[in-house]
């Protein structure tokens, strides 16, 4: 809880919504006839539009990316290390705005939300929307803003996919692509990944289909285990190791199934935490886009082809210690970018904290970003 | 004979402590591989440490390029500098990156002596460009061939400022080794410069000499 707000915090935010009326037809063929996106912005949009940067948010993410609700809130927005006065991402150079994707759950149309055509919750009828629909609807939230171009699109995880998207479905309307820790598509181990935390929801007795919320229930349990698998899925063995090691919760081993290890007690503590901010369908969609994602599909799977089109300049990312997606994953897209003779810089920051380094602060990571976003404000003046 | 070691150190000490720049800050060698690039040409620098000569390279030339760098505060410094910057290990080869001639030359300053298999990165040099570029500390040169002759020691000079026990510099060559490797794996040398330790370009006496009075070497390669 902040009792004072930092210089180099966006200060007290809130979320806006737009609502399209003009229909959205997806990847799956289906047709959303209107939709809201929830959105945030911090900074100032300069006079010809040319300082706006697109926040792209990673699998349980939100537009709720720096600041706070109130003085009462108790956490910053989920990038608020990177965002703010003075910060990487500064926002007193550039106008940042992130939106809810599409089938989100925090005020953007997804299936919490109530089907305008039936009065009722959307639930598993909610259709499954990809990256490339989110990125088709960021194209047309940015032109509502009166914004032609991004002068960068940034993302971490799923969000640096959406990046890639951009730069293939957008080639010219955004300046600087900027993607951490990223992969140009899934592993099968990803996507099995992503099956087991699918199916620990969908076997959850409360689950009810997905129609859950008519039912006034969630599939707590499911949902918690979901999220207990993708954390570890997010530290890796050394991070687990430095927090928790072996350390008994009560100091003593109770020879029984409850809590022993500390680090049972984190994963239950985030698991349960998960389950009142998030919603399992939700959860279900959006790995189901991850596991969709693979870009270089309609292009021979040559991602340099893909990427040709592009005059976007490339920052991308890595964390040492990150096995999710690994350095190697980012070494593909950099691979793809250098065929395709793009301008492009590739750092992979030293980082024992795995999927997750993305998020921290870490000096080096910092620097590096920081130097880069200092060269596009440059060039805006 | 040993006064006569002991003013050749004082010299050297006194030269260790000479300014390493030339012309519009560049450092000498630099400056040197400068004036051989073309304008609007494709290079890749390996080992481009803080990005100097692409940076110098893309003002003076409109040379478009790469670096390859593994040390990460050079890293943080070209991406200051605008420079595109690819964080790799040399030793792991070029072949995860680039594809047969991709560019114009391939630059590798002050770098070869400290890969693990130069002659393969040399291979490699030529596989992804139609020319390269290689400078190196010459270990005939007379001050080293003094210190190791004379005294007995391990060379270490202004261009090897290391111990033995903690130089990077692994493979260390003179002029007449290197082009001994090029003449066996059937490359062309172009141009070869050799300078002294104020980065002054060869004098007669020097290109007459250039394995004992050239310090650093500089050459420019392709493929026969």
Redesign the interface.
């Given at each position: 809880m902040p009792e004072t707000i930092d210089d180099d915090s966006v200060g007290i935010v809130e979320t806006q919504t737009i609502h399209f009326s003009q229909a959205l037809t997806l990847e799956c063929d289906k047709t959303l006839a209107e939709y809201d996106i929830a959105y945030e912005t911090y900074g100032e949009l300069n006079a010809d539009a040319s300082n706006a940067i697109l926040i792209c948010h990673a699998l349980s993410g939100d537009q709720h990316a720096a600041g706070y609700y109130s003085m009462d809130d108790k956490k910053a927005g989920w990038w608020d290390s990177a965002i703010g006065p003075g910060k990487a991402i500064d926002t007193k150079q550039f106008f940042v705005v992130c939106l809810n994707n599409l089938g989100g759950c925090k005020g953007s149309s997804g299936p919490n939300t109530i089907n305008p055509e039936t009065g009722k919750y959307w639930g598993p009828d909610f259709p499954i929307v990809t990256v490339k629909d989110w990125a088709l609807c960021q194209y047309r939230f940015m032109l509502s803003l009166n914004i032609n171009y991004w002068c960068a699109v940034i993302g971490g995880s799923l969000g640096g996919m959406q990046v890639l998207q951009w730069t293939i479905d957008y080639p010219d309307l955004i300046k600087n692509a900027i993607v951490i820790a990223a992969a140009p598509k899934l592993s099968a181990q990803n996507i099995a990944f992503n099956e087991v935390a699918r199916q620990s929801i969908m076997s959850d007795p409360d689950f009810h289909n997905g129609y859950y919320l008519e039912k006034n229930t969630v599939p707590r349990r499911g949902l918690m285990l979901a999220r207990m698998l993708g954390h570890i899925t997010y530290l890796s063995d050394d991070a687990m190791r430095d927090k928790f090691g072996r350390e008994l919760r009560e100091g003593k081993l109770n020879f029984g199934f409850d809590v022993d290890f500390q680090v049972e007690s984190y994963l239950r503590y985030q698991g349960r935490s998960f389950v009142d901010r998030f919603d399992a369908n939700t959860y279900l969609l959006m790995t189901k886009s991850l596991d969709y994602f693979d870009p270089a599909q309609n292009y021979d799977d040559d991602l340099a082809l893909a990427l040709k089109q592009t005059d976007a300049k490339f920052l991308v990312i890595s964390f040492t210690s990150d096995w999710r997606f690994a350095p190697e994953r980012s070494q593909e897209i950099v691979k793809a970018l250098l065929q395709a003779e793009k301008q492009v810089s590739y750092i992979e920051i030293e980082a024992s904290q795995g999927h997750d380094a993305f998020l921290i602060p870490i000096p080096h990571y910092m620097a590096v970003f920081t130097s880069y976003m200092r060269n596009i404000a440059e060039k805006l003046s | 004979m040993s006064q006569a070691i002991e003013h050749l150190s004082a010299m050297e000490d006194q030269d260790m402590g000479k300014q390493d720049m030339g012309k519009q800050g560049l450092r000498a060698d630099l400056a040197i591989i400068a004036k051989w690039i073309k304008r609007d040409t494709k290079v890749l620098d390996l080992g481009c440490g803080d990005g100097t000569l692409l940076a110098y390279l893309r003002e003076q030339r409109s040379v478009r390029g790469?670096g390859l760098e593994i040390n990460?505060f050079n890293?943080?410094i070209?991406?200051?500098k605008?420079?595109?910057?690819?964080?790799?290990n040399l030793n792991n080869g070029l072949k995860?990156?680039?594809?047969d001639n991709r560019f114009d030359c391939v630059i590798m300053s002050q770098t070869l002596q400290a890969t693990e298999q130069p002659d393969l990165l040399i291979e490699e040099m030529l596989r992804v460009g139609r020319e390269g570029i290689v400078t190196f500390p010459n270990m005939a040169h007379w001050r080293a061939r003094l210190q190791l002759g004379l005294k007995g020691i391990m060379p270490v000079t202004k261009n090897l400022p290391n111990q033995w026990f903690n130089t990077p510099n692994v493979h260390l060559c003179t002029v007449n080794d290197f082009e001994t490797l090029c003449k066996n794996h059937n490359i062309e040398i172009l141009q070869r410069t050799v300078v002294d330790h104020s980065h002054k370009q060869g004098s007669a006496l020097m290109n007459l000499f250039p394995n004992l009075l050239g310090e650093i070497a500089i050459y420019r390669f392709r493929r026969y």
């Open positions: - | 790469y990460p890293i943080e070209c991406v200051e605008d420079i595109n910057v690819i964080q790799a995860a990156y680039f594809s």
